[in-house]
């Protein structure tokens, strides 16, 4: 599956900002559908992920509340909708998918094996 991420961009803190993942080759409903994030000068972390069945979503910590993960099966494409933006949100966000993951994994970068590009979100006044 190929993956594109996009959606980015500038926004002013309490601010929202939805990010779109198309996916072409595969149907999204076949894979674990996840974002990530990087912020500068940081290590890539989880922010949501949403399980194949399409029954189940985890979020970090960090954005329970305000972020939602969800996905159009008939376009192929997952979205983060972010609400509530802080600063501290600012960091480019990567979508990732992957087929065989157990629960126990689906918030480690490093087990997905497929990505899109980054899409960079800043937020600031």
């Known amino acids: 599956v190929q993956l594109q991420a996009f959606g980015g961009g500038f926004v002013q803190p309490g601010e929202s900002l939805r990010l779109s993942c198309a996916a072409s080759?595969?149907?999204?409903?076949?894979?674990?559908m996840a974002w990530f994030r990087q912020a500068p000068g940081k290590e890539r972390e989880f922010v949501a992920v949403?399980?194949?069945?399409?029954?189940?979503?985890i979020y970090a910590d960090s954005v329970k509340g305000r972020f939602t993960i969800s996905r159009d099966n008939a376009k192929n494409t997952m979205y983060l909708q972010m609400d509530s933006l802080k600063p501290e949100d600012t960091a480019v966000y990567y979508c990732?998918?992957?087929?065989?993951?157990?629960?126990?994994?689906?918030?480690?970068?490093?087990?997905?094996?497929?990505w899109g590009q980054g899409t960079l979100v800043t937020v600031s006044s």
């Open positions: 080759g595969r149907a999204v409903r076949d894979y674990h």
């Open positions: 949403m399980k194949k069945s399409g029954y189940t979503t």
């Open positions: 990732a998918a992957d087929k065989t993951l157990i629960h126990s994994s689906l918030g480690q970068a490093e087990q997905y094996d497929y």
